[in-house]
């Protein structure tokens, strides 16, 4: 079965410091690995994603890292601020056997950013 | 706002009981996509549907049933309910199921199993 594992389950960080969440997974035929965030109350929003041909992708204080040989990526939040608490999922996409995209996600790192 | 409508946004029944959660998927999206989300088990993917049809299936008990309308709205069903039904249920939904275009998600409906 298809899997992507996820670490660590719960994270605390002080305002200004760097948020770090990791994830491996088996298949290689994934081809995009996309980060969703969710906050109480809501369902999962995508935040920011990259493919495996790239090993960054900075958007504002999100960066993900890939590495493709590992078969690891993990999403950076630099200067974390008591906004950016809520779930993090990260996910990857496959091909399904009736040849449309299917996400598998992780589940699931809590983040809380204290003042 | 993802544009994803999701009714009732809570749900609560009891054990053998059957409940239909329905979602409205944002203007122009044809792809439907139904997720379980629980906190041991984390999202599940249960069920897509593309245009009224169905595209895809992946962790879905055979209690559990969906369809897509004609007007791509999309029905998930729930019948002889136990305990361990009692999760967020997500609906998401992108424009195709084949393009790079992100599933957008809608807020869920709470179901607790009482």
């Known amino acids: 079965q298809q899997q992507v594992k996820q670490s660590p389950q719960s994270l605390i960080v002080q305002k200004g410091g760097i948020s770090i969440i990791n994830c491996a997974y088996e298949?290689?035929?994934?081809?995009?690995f996309p980060w969703y965030q969710q906050f109480p109350g809501k369902g999962p929003a995508l935040l920011i994603a990259?493919?495996?041909?790239?090993s960054e992708k900075k958007e504002g204080r999100f960066t993900i890292s890939f590495n493709k040989s590992a078969k690891q990526f993990s999403l950076h939040i630099m200067d974390s601020q008591p906004g950016d608490s809520a779930t993090y999922f990260c996910?990857?996409?496959?091909?399904?056997?009736?040849?449309?995209?299917?996400?598998?996600f992780g589940k699931g790192t809590k983040l809380s950013v204290i003042p | 706002d993802s544009g994803v409508t999701q009714t009732p946004k809570h749900l609560i029944t009891a054990t053998g009981q059957r409940v239909t959660l329905r979602c409205s998927p944002r203007s122009g999206d044809l792809s439907v996509y139904w997720y379980q989300q629980s906190l041991d088990q984390g999202l599940q993917f249960l069920i897509q549907?593309?245009?009224?049809?169905?595209?895809a299936k992946g962790n879905i008990l055979e209690r559990f049933s969906a369809q897509q309308f004609p007007d791509l709205h999309s029905e998930l069903n729930l019948s002889s309910l136990e305990l361990g039904d009692s999760a967020l249920y997500f609906c998401?939904?992108?424009?195709?199921?084949?393009?790079?275009?992100?599933?957008?998600f809608g807020d869920g409906t709470r179901l607790s199993i009482l």
């Open positions: 998401a939904s992108s424009p195709d199921g084949y393009s790079n275009q992100p599933q957008h």
């Open positions: 996910a990857a996409r496959g091909v399904s056997g009736a040849g449309s995209y299917q996400l598998t």
């Open positions: 298949n290689t035929a994934f081809d995009y």
């Open positions: 990259i493919r495996p041909d790239v």
């Open positions: 549907y593309y245009n009224g049809e169905e595209r």
